[in-house]
């Protein structure tokens, strides 16, 4: 465990790490088909709801994965996340798209023979001090390429949907490691619980705030 306290890792319950793997593959490729179908122009286009254009959005990406395969900075608190995601898209300086494509698919490729050697049990630092299984942590990268693909396709127009079943497993696997990014009001306020029902997993999920659960 490398000095990590068990009781400090977060581990996600429900699917199998292969799902997840699988999943990120599959989303990923989505993804940069996405990005090879865009126009010269489409790379300067503002995405709606953010503060990048479609090519910084990309670059984005391969800042996420690069948290995988050898980038160990870490924002120690939530708030510091969007200057080091900033910091990651200028440090790329990218605005080709065909090239970004290119960049995001090799650092893919590397990431994804690190994962074939692991078991998903390892624990892996996210950000703002917390710790998670390989397992539960990879459902934030299947989150970026899920919301951000729908991001970069409603500001060039193209299409992107979101299987269900995916959505159903990365909020599944996400959930538990929300903790850093629940608001203080919530977290102090008066307990509250909220349940899902996904008929893909044939689960429900309880999730429980409030009072610093």
Do not use: C
């Not at 969007?82 to 440090?91: P, R, S």
């Not at 102090?188 to 429900?204: L, M, N, V």
């Amino acid at each position: 465990m490398s000095g990590i306290a068990e009781d400090r890792v977060v581990r996600s319950e429900g699917f199998t790490y292969a799902e997840m793997v699988s999943a990120i593959e599959r989303t990923s490729s989505r993804f940069i088909a996405l990005l090879r179908s865009l126009g010269l122009d489409d790379g300067r286009k503002p995405v709606p709801g953010l503060d990048w254009d479609v090519a910084q959005t990309a670059a984005h990406l391969i800042g996420i994965v690069m948290r995988g395969t050898g980038d160990r900075r870490r924002a120690p608190t939530v708030q510091e996340l969007g200057d080091l995601n900033l910091t990651q898209i200028t440090e790329i300086g990218e605005q080709d798209i065909p090239a970004i494509a290119d960049a995001l698919e090799q650092r893919l490729a590397r990431q994804l023979a690190m994962l074939s050697a692991a078991t998903g049990d390892e624990p892996f630092e996210l950000h703002a001090g917390l710790f998670a299984s390989v397992k539960t942590a990879l459902s934030y990268e299947l989150w970026d390429f899920l919301v951000h693909g729908y991001d970069i396709a409603r500001a060039t127009g193209r299409s992107w949907t979101v299987d269900p079943s995916d959505a159903a497993l990365d909020v599944l696997a996400v959930l538990p490691a929300l903790e850093p990014w629940v608001r203080s009001d919530v977290r102090s306020g008066p307990e509250k619980q909220i349940a899902f029902t996904f008929s893909q997993i044939e689960q429900a999920i309880v999730v429980t705030v409030g009072d610093g659960s």
